[in-house]
């Protein structure tokens, strides 16, 4: 046995070696191999790299590989060599069955870039298969009238090998009565009959046992046997004759069962009972046959009992025995060829043959994403298969070779409207009616860098205590980008730019990463009120994209400023001031006037006088908005000549800050009479003060009549502006400064320190501003108005506000001054009383 084994295991090795030499050839510039079956896993079926001229880097480096449209993996390729081998056990007879021709065609897919390219590989039929009957014993009732010569037919063996190693012949073992001779048909088949030689006598031998041997073509052939007995029986000497030996009918594979296949009919010369047929499916029919047709044995018709496929089986061999009643039986045969009719009963099949590959959203058109295949089961118009996109869809099909296709870009992609495309392909097939299938393949979209970062707004607004802690956040800015990945990651800067000369950066630093605004230290209003700061967002894209904005920053004053005297000076006389007054004073008599600014702003340098401490409280008291000193009543004999007063001048901020100063009173006699003609001396240009009080009251009431008419004329425009752009603008440039809502007119009262002035402004915030200002000033007795341009600006409102609050009198006198001056700079003296 062992001895056998290696003999056949050499013999077959002898073989393989054989085909190997003759394993491919190239047919009309396809590549093409041809194998033997059966052959061992790893088994080199070619050179793939080398016939397909890749060199061994490539095969790794564009990750070569195959597909097969049979299904199964039965080949793989060795990356290191470059050669196709034999990946699964491959049975020729289980791929093909008998067809004369056994090819399986193989893809070979290559990606980056992405390339596919059709090889065949042909399967030749080794002698693997030995002959089988369906039955292993064949039984014959021959009458012993039957002539010499009469012919049996018997049972064919099945050799599921093709070629040379398919059936070849038959042979019975050695007998004195029958021999072995073949019948053609009208197939072009030979089948095999058993020829009686001798004439049989039933008296002398009733059963005769023969060996039926087939045998196949094969080296060394295989073979198969089964028994033939044959009972000699006695006189009922005609067969059933059918019409015909092959009956040929055609149905359609959706046909219903009970649906009537074909009626055979056969006669027999025989009278009575062995003249009369009874019809029946020969013995051998396969049991899947059983279960599709039946057969009326009566009749002779033939049904179909089950449900026909085309894709399982394109024809039906039936084999159909007619038997008489005589006794002997006997019986004749034919055969029923069934073709089937295919109907389009199958949906044609989508298959990706690659996985899509990410797209970037600048592609051009024509970028192969992926490689698609179809295929339908049905045959002819039925399998004909046509596959399309939607018409919006920026993917198309571009056909490369049978049945496979390219999907390619069509149009420019934009990630930041879709980030990934569910692409339909509908595959429908030339059927009627036409049967389709529709499959989603997803392609992603990668992003590249087309959108630059975009601020949350143009400009930003950012009011700032003064004296903030250095360090301390000012406001943070946000910049969004559509993109994403590293082309959506934002890093903030701020440009360079000059503030009081001085560089941005040394005031202020940004967080790059989130966009927070800090200071470098604190800031004073009284040194810096506002100033810009450009801020620039810049993506990590290639090329990186920037946007830019400017953030404005207002400094809010605080009350950090204590008041300042400026009168009676005390870096002259420290803190302690020295008057003089007549004891003959009389109640209201002006001592002297003191006189304090404040650094601040706004409520911050609102200025209240008040006596703090006094030798005698009744007798002095302190204006609380202009600091003048009087006498209370009238100066008596017993008031102390050396009177004292601390005076407190406070702000109006908060925390308060204050400052003192000391009043030293000397009362003296005799000190009278010079103050008299003092006054007797202003008295007398009392008509040219009058005149000059005219001309004051004149300007003031033209200054005012001027401010109202601009205001009106400022308030019908804003409300046409309003009325169509829903802006109110007031401005004297053209129309793209409206945009420009910092451009107003504007009015100011300041009240700081000893120095009273009205701002009427108009102009831009941030711009140097043309305004006409009127000052007051209290460091005498005698106030003087002057107009005064150009002047920052503030809010309107906080105009109304200190307008209100400053005005304690709610009047304004004019009065004389010592020394008038009149001149063209519009210079005038106003006196608050």
């Given amino acids: 046995m062992t001895k056998t084994i290696g003999c056949r295991d050499w013999r077959w090795q002898a073989l393989w070696w054989f085909y190997f030499f003759r394993l491919w050839s ?28 890749l060199g061994l880097s490539d095969i790794f480096d564009r990750q070569l590989r195959v597909a097969s449209d049979a299904g199964e993996q039965y080949f793989s390729v060795d990356v290191g060599k470059g050669e196709l081998l034999v990946n699964d056990r491959i049975d020729r007879e289980a791929l093909c069955g008998q067809s004369s021709s056994c090819v399986l065609p193989l893809q070979v897919v290559m990606e980056n870039p992405l390339q596919s390219q059709r090889i065949e590989v042909e399967i030749r039929d080794i002698n693997d298969n030995s002959p089988r009957f369906h039955t292993q014993e064949i039984k014959l009732n021959i009458p012993e009238s039957v002539a010499v010569g009469k012919r049996f037919l018997l049972e064919s063996a099945e050799d599921p090998d093709v070629g040379i190693n398919s059936l070849k012949t038959y042979s019975v073992s050695k007998n004195d009565y029958f021999s072995i001779k073949y019948k053609d048909t009208k197939n072009g088949n030979s089948v095999p009959e058993l020829v009686l030689e001798r004439g049989l006598d039933r008296e002398k031998q009733i059963t005769h046992r023969l060996i039926f041997t087939a045998l196949d073509g094969g080296n060394p052939p295989k073979s198969g046997t089964c028994e033939i007995t044959i009972t000699v029986t006695d006189i009922n000497d005609n067969f059933p004759v059918f019409t015909e030996n092959l009956y040929k009918v055609a149905l359609k594979e959706n046909s219903t069962r009970g649906t009537p296949v074909i009626k055979v009919a056969a006669t027999d010369a025989d009278d009575g009972l062995n003249g009369e047929v009874v019809y029946s499916f020969a013995s051998r029919t396969p049991t899947a046959l059983l279960t599709k047709f039946g057969i009326n044995p009566e009749t002779g018709e033939i049904v179909l009992k089950g449900d026909l496929d085309y894709e399982s089986a394109t024809t039906y061999a039936i084999d159909v025995t007619a038997k008489d009643r005589g006794v002997p039986e006997m019986e004749s045969h034919c055969r029923v060829q069934l073709d089937v009719e295919d109907i389009n009963d199958n949906a044609p099949e989508i298959m990706l043959t690659s996985k899509p590959n990410p797209v970037r959203e600048d592609a051009p058109s024509g970028t192969v994403v992926a490689l698609i295949s179809a295929r339908d089961l049905d045959s002819a118009d039925n399998g004909k298969v046509s596959l399309h996109v939607p018409e919006r869809s920026p993917f198309a099909l571009k056909p490369s070779f049978s049945k496979n296709y390219e999907l390619v870009t069509s149009a420019r992609l934009d990630r930041e409207k879709h980030s990934e495309y569910n692409v339909e392909i509908t595959a429908t097939d030339s059927g009627s009616p036409p049967l389709s299938t529709k499959k989603v393949v997803t392609v992603r979209v990668d992003d590249v860098n087309d959108n630059p970062p975009v601020f949350s707004q143009s400009s930003y607004n950012v009011y700032l205590k003064e004296n903030g802690v250095a360090g301390s956040i000012l406001f943070s800015v946000s910049a969004s980008d559509l993109d994403s990945g590293e082309n959506a990651k934002i890093s903030y800067s701020i440009l360079d730019s000059k503030v009081q000369e001085v560089s941005v950066s040394s005031y202020v630093y940004i967080n790059s990463d989130n966009g927070s605004i800090y200071s470098m230290h604190s800031f004073d209003y009284e040194k810096l009120k506002v100033f810009e700061i450009q801020v620039q967002a810049k993506d990590q894209g290639s090329p990186s994209l920037s946007s830019n904005t400017t953030v404005h920053v207002f400094i809010l004053d605080q009350n950090d400023n204590a008041p300042s005297v400026i009168y009676p000076s005390s870096a002259a006389l420290g803190s302690l001031s020295h008057q003089r007054m007549p004891r003959s004073a009389k109640a209201g008599h002006l001592v002297t006037k003191v006189t304090a600014v404040d650094a601040d702003s706004g409520h911050n340098a609102w200025i209240s006088y008040k006596v703090a401490e006094a030798t005698d409280a ?11 000193v009087r006498t209370k009543r009238s100066v008596s004999e017993h008031d102390d000549s050396s009177q004292r007063l601390l005076i407190e001048i406070r702000d109006d901020g908060e925390p308060v800050q204050s400052a003192t100063v000391t009043v030293s009173i000397l009362l003296e006699d005799g000190l009278h ?21 005219l001309y004051l009251i004149l ?95 503030t809010d309107f409102k906080e105009v109304i506000s200190v307008l209100d609050a400053s005005l304690p009198d709610s009047t304004w006198t004019f009065e004389s001054q010592q020394v008038s001056r009149l001149s063209l700079s519009n210079e005038h003296y106003l006196t608050p009383s």
């Fill in 26 to 53: 190239t047919v009309a510039g396809q590549t093409r191999y041809s194998i033997p079956e059966e052959l061992k896993q790893g088994s080199v079926v070619g050179n793939l790299a080398k016939d397909l001229g």
């Fill in 618 to 628: 009744s007798l002095f008291t302190v204006n609380q908005y202009t600091g003048e």
């Fill in 673 to 693: 009479e010079p103050i008299l003609d003092l006054r007797h001396k202003v008295s007398e240009p009392s008509k040219k003060s009058d005149r000059l009080a």
């Fill in 699 to 793: 300007s003031l009431a033209s200054v005012s009549v001027l401010s109202l008419v601009t205001f009106l004329i400022l308030a019908v425009k804003c409300m046409r502006s309003s009325r169509s752009s829903g802006a109110c603008c007031m401005r004297r440039s053209d129309c793209e400064d409206y945009k420009n809502p910092n451009r107003n007119l504007q009015i100011q009262l300041n009240t700081d320190g000893p120095i009273k002035y009205v701002e009427v402004l108009g102009g831009d915030m941030m711009s140097q501003s043309q305004s006409f200002r009127s000052c007051m000033s209290p460091m005498s007795e005698y106030s003087d108005f002057t107009l005064i341009k150009p002047s920052s600006t």
